[in-house]
């Protein structure tokens, strides 16, 4: 049976090119039937209430990862929560935390994509360039599974409190999206390549606290990806030192 109520959603306004007017909270009554994600009343709030409202959003599918933002306060997804679910008929929006905030809802993910683009995030092939695709067992495809369900939504990113406490921090994603090329079996990087995170604000700034595991909608875990760079990282010292001690 479909049920409908009405909801107070209570959405943060902000606009950075107006900085002289304060954020604040504006209150939308909208009409919630069940099946309703967040995602469909901020179409509805925008196409029929309020045209100036602004947030990001794309495929409606927790794929393209664009409408990350704080659901009565855990970050989230807009697009696959239900409204329904809440205990309460007030909901609040808040942007993604860590970030500048362009607008409402909008905010500036240029660190991020520095931070992603630090890793060289695509396959590094020393090998001639195959004339067919490069074959990758069933086995070594699981082993990347994970990290490859990875949709850049940046929740993680917000999640994390080290990337208030320590600009530049590398942040989980990227360390993710690293792990995820070392581990392919196809990727042909040096062992060295691994040295541009292995710096303060690289995978060391880490304090383990998982809360981007929580925060991940795609079941990804950073922390895993974080402590296995570490471990190879180690190694790769050890390795270097018995070798030079050899000569
Ligand atoms: Fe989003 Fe998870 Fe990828 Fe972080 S690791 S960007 S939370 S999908
Ligand atoms: Fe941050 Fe995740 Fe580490 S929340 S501190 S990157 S375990």
């Not at 209150?27 to 990001?56: C, M, P, Q, W």
């Not at 205990?87 to 905030?101: A, G, H, Q, W």
């Not at 500036?108 to 092939?125: A, G, K, N, S």
């Amino acid at each position: 049976m479909i049920r409908s109520n009405y909801y107070t959603f209570k959405i943060l306004r902000y606009d950075a090119k107006d900085p002289l007017r304060e954020p604040y909270f504006q209150s939308y009554h909208v009409k919630v039937v069940s099946g309703l994600t967040v995602l469909s009343v901020l179409n509805r709030i925008r196409d029929e209430i309020d045209g100036t409202l602004a947030f990001r959003a794309s495929c409606r599918s927790a794929i393209c990862g664009s409408c990350a933002m704080v659901i009565n306060g855990k970050i989230d997804l807009a697009c696959r929560t239900q409204v329904a679910t809440f205990e309460s008929d007030t909901v609040i929006l808040e942007p993604l935390p860590n970030f500048e905030v362009m607008r409402d809802l909008v905010v500036d993910m240029t660190p991020f994509w520095e931070m992603y683009e630090q890793v060289q995030p695509y396959l590094i092939r020393e090998s001639a360039v195959p004339e067919k695709e490069i074959y990758q067992s069933e086995k070594d495809r699981k082993k990347i599974d994970q990290f490859v369900n990875c949709i850049l939504c940046a929740c993680c990113y917000g999640a994390c409190p080290v990337i208030a406490d320590e600009p530049g921090y590398l942040g989980p994603a990227a360390a993710a999206k690293l792990e995820r090329f070392i581990l392919d079996s196809r990727d042909e990087r040096p062992a060295d390549s691994l040295e541009s995170v292995n710096t303060p604000k690289g995978v060391w700034a880490c304090r383990t606290v998982f809360r981007c595991i929580d925060a991940c909608p795609k079941d990804v875990r950073p922390t895993d990806a974080i402590v296995n760079l570490r471990k190879n990282l180690v190694k790769n010292r050890f390795n270097m030192i018995l070798g030079s001690k050899k000569k």
